[in-house]
């Protein structure tokens, strides 16, 4: 079945650690870190503190996104945070291949993001240093945006490149019951969803309804 990756950017910061522990309960596979530095993403969100700051609160895999431009010397942070998979963007590194090699080095599992305008091609020299390949479906910067139907391709290509190898995809921007199925028969292996978990009380079934979305038992 489909990972489910809830996003805290749309939660209420002051209260965090609950809505962690809710989602951990609720049935996440994983907590989404939205890492923006106002550069790279006109946005600025938070950082390594506070990923450490909740770390102690749930054993769930900490997925680290980072939209932040040349992240090389910053990677450390975040693997001592208690990071669990560090993303990097292909557009933010002059180094991709070196930055990938650290994370790993680190003990962490290693990714790449491609925002909307970059291609799938771009993966090709970089599969023997990857773990997953995080496929963006909107313009990062912000949640609660619309999903880009044009992505689709993207994902199906970046499948077919990947094939036979120990790699996932992971879809992030404008998941909800609706995009998700999309996302999911294009190849999808983990959902991150901000808005469409966080938004509404019912968080179990909020992500139920994105790995479930036609309500099949
Ligand atoms: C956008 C972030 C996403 C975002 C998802 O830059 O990478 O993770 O928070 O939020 P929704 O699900 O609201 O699109
Ligand atoms: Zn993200």
Not at 22 to 35: E, K, Q, R, S, T
Not at 46 to 71: C, Q, W, Y
Not at 130 to 154: C, R, T, Y
Not at 173 to 192: E, M, R, Y
């Amino acid at each position: 079945m489909v990972k489910i990756a809830p996003s805290i950017l749309s939660a209420n910061f002051a209260n965090l650690a609950e809505d962690i522990k809710l989602l951990d309960v609720a049935g996440a596979d994983m907590i989404h870190f939205d890492v923006m530095d106002g550069c790279f993403v006109p946005n600025i969100s938070f950082g390594a503190g506070v990923i450490k700051s909740v770390r102690p609160l749930t054993n769930l895999i900490f997925d680290v996104h980072l939209m932040i431009n040349e992240p090389h010397d910053k990677i450390t942070w975040f693997s001592e945070a208690g990071a669990d998979i560090i993303t990097i963007h292909a557009e933010a590194c002059s180094d991709i291949i070196a930055s990938l090699k650290k994370i790993r080095s680190l003990g962490c599992k290693a990714a790449i993001s491609l925002n909307p305008s970059t291609s799938a091609e771009t993966i090709i020299p970089l599969l023997d240093y990857l773990d997953m390949v995080l496929i963006m479906s909107v313009n990062p910067g912000f949640g609660g945006q619309k999903f880009m139907n044009e992505q689709l391709a993207k994902i199906r290509t970046v499948k077919k490149i990947i094939a036979g190898r120990d790699i996932v995809i992971e879809v992030d921007g404008g998941i909800n019951k609706d995009t998700a199925p999309l996302a999911i028969s294009a190849g999808a292996d983990i959902l991150v969803a901000g808005t469409a978990i966080l938004n509404g009380d019912d968080y179990q079934a909020n992500i139920k309804s994105l790995q479930n979305p036609t309500g099949e038992k």
